[in-house]
Every structure is written in structure tokens, then in C-alpha cells.
């Protein structure tokens, strides 16, 4: 699955597969014809509430023969009882997944900055960290990231959070104040391009845009070449913010919901964790 996401694309994160297989045990599929495995699909049930298709795709060869409408009923038979069900759509895939009662939410953007690990002071916002502490990797206190995190997100997360944040691939950065809370935190991972291997930011959420811009400059720094990070289009903040840091953006999909949209704000997100699986 992540040497078939690869060449369309997807540019799938070390381990990400493994993360959500552990996430939900029965919503990643292989489709077979006979010996061969000739495509794929995600249908994570993160809870009773919402759930996630991605990673939906057929090698090209085997296209056109109705294999992919085996596989998408396959998934959404997985979630068919939830409230909500979410993906991402390319522009060209809109039309057909309306047909099947999504609706369009807003644009997610993938940006793009190519560098040497290194950022202008610019890029270095003057925040007074007196009352805010820096913690990496194992020193990260988990319950105040937990919590963090579950009001932002659409749903609680704790068993793919505490996977995603305890890998070893990449780093994972949080601010925490004196008093234990968290105010923001995020993680870069390897990823793997069409043609060789680049980084992936996400999950990055903050308080602030000047937080947000801290995470940032301490998550790049000493990662060169390629960086990627996808955007959810309800933060107002993050287009000029990365812009600002040098990125550009290189494509659009749309998120689309079946069921009742989360009502959960996207101000504080400004990274999504895995754009192919939810």
C-alpha cells in the first residue's frame, strides 16, 4: 500500500500504514484477483462518531473494470453506521462522491518548501518563553497533548495520537506552560516522494499563529530538501503564515463529510496529520 500511494503521489509518511492499522485493525483492505493484489482502501473508524476513507486506489492496469466500486462499497459498509464519515477529494472526483451523499466542505492545500534546514530569523518569531517550556520526543508530557488535542480534532484520538507521537521516524515538538497545559505542539516524519524521500509536518496545532510559527521554525530546522504540509482551508491564518516561511502551494484537494459535519473549529490546526488517511 505504501509503494502504490507512493507512485501516485500520496508521498505516505514512515510507518503511517502501521499507525492507522493499529487505530482500527479492520479498516485497511487489499483487493485481490486471485494471486495479485490489484488495489486498495482505508476506512478508519476512529470511534462510535467519525470515521475516515482514504488511501482508495486500483493499479492502473486494472482500472475501468469496476474493481475500485468493490472496494469503496467494501469501506463503506465498515462505517456504515457512523454519524460521520470524511475523506479528501481530488477536483476531478468531486461529482462522484456527492453522488454517494458527501458534501463539500472546504479546500485543503498542500504546500511546499525546499531548503537547507535552516530559516531566516524572520522565520523565528520574538515570543517570551518564560512562561512556556520546549519538551522533544520522550519529555513530552502525553496527558497535556491528549487533552490538547481532543478539543481540536473531530473526534478523540488517544490510541493513533500516542502511536504517531511515540514513533521514532522524525521529531515531535510541544509547548507546554508552567501550570502543565499544553498550547500547542507537532511532529515531522520522512516521507516517501515519487522520486526519492522528502519530510511531512502534521499533526501542528497552536494557540496562536506566532506559536504555530515557532513550531515551525523548530520542526524545519536541520530537515533539508523537500517539506510538505497539508492545510485545512478553515484556518484563516496559515496562508500567510507559510507563506511567510517560504512555502508554496502545490495542490488542492477538497474535504468532504457524509452525515453531520464536525462542529469543531479549525483556527488552532494548522497541519493536518495524514492527508490520505484522515
Not at 220 to 233: A, R
Amino acid at each position: 500500500m505504501t509503494q502504490w500511494s507512493r507512485k501516485e503521489g500520496f508521498t505516505p509518511g514512515a510507518g503511517d500504514v502501521d499507525i492507522y492499522r493499529h487505530t482500527d485493525r479492520q479498516g485497511l483492505w487489499v483487493g485481490w484477483l486471485g494471486s495479485i493484489p490489484i488495489g486498495c482502501i482505508a476506512g478508519v473508524r476512529y470511534n462510535a462518531e467519525y470515521g475516515f476513507i482514504g488511501l482508495f486506489l486500483v493499479v492502473e492496469e486494472h482500472r475501468g473494470k469496476g474493481y475500485g466500486l468493490q472496494l469503496w462499497k467494501h469501506a463503506l459498509h465498515h462505517l456504515a453506521n457512523l454519524p460521520c464519515i470524511g475523506l479528501e477529494a481530488a477536483p476531478d472526483r468531486v461529482d462522484d462522491y456527492s453522488r454517494w451523499g458527501f458534501c463539500s466542505s472546504s479546500f485543503t492545500t498542500r504546500w511546499q518548501r525546499i531548503g537547507d534546514g535552516s530559516l531566516s530569523s524572520q522565520g523565528h518569531p520574538d515570543i517570551d518563553l518564560s512562561q512556556l517550556s520546549v519538551f522533544e520526543g520522550a519529555q513530552i508530557p502525553s496527558k497535556a497533548v491528549h487533552i490538547y488535542d481532543a478539543k481540536r480534532e473531530p473526534s478523540p484520538r488517544p490510541h493513533f495520537l500516542s502511536d504517531w507521537l511515540k514513533h521514532p521516524a522524525g521529531k515531535v515538538i510541544a509547548l507546554v506552560d508552567k501550570e502543565g497545559f499544553c498550547h500547542g505542539f507537532g511532529r515531522i516524519r520522512p516521507c516517501f516522494l515519487e522520486q526519492g524521500e522528502g519530510w511531512r509536518i502534521g499533526p501542528l496545532l497552536a494557540d496562536t499563529p506566532s506559536l504555530a510559527e515557532l513550531l515551525l521554525y523548530r520542526l524545519i530546522k536541520e530537515h533539508s530538501g523537500i517539506v510538505l504540509l497539508d492545510t485545512p482551508g478553515l484556518n484563516m491564518h496559515v496562508n500567510s503564515l507559510l507563506k511567510k516561511l517560504g512555502f508554496k502551494p502545490v495542490s488542492k484537494t477538497l474535504r468532504m463529510y457524509r452525515g453531520d459535519q464536525p462542529p469543531t473549529s479549525m483556527s488552532e490546526v494548522y497541519a493536518l496529520a495524514c492527508l490520505e488517511l484522515g
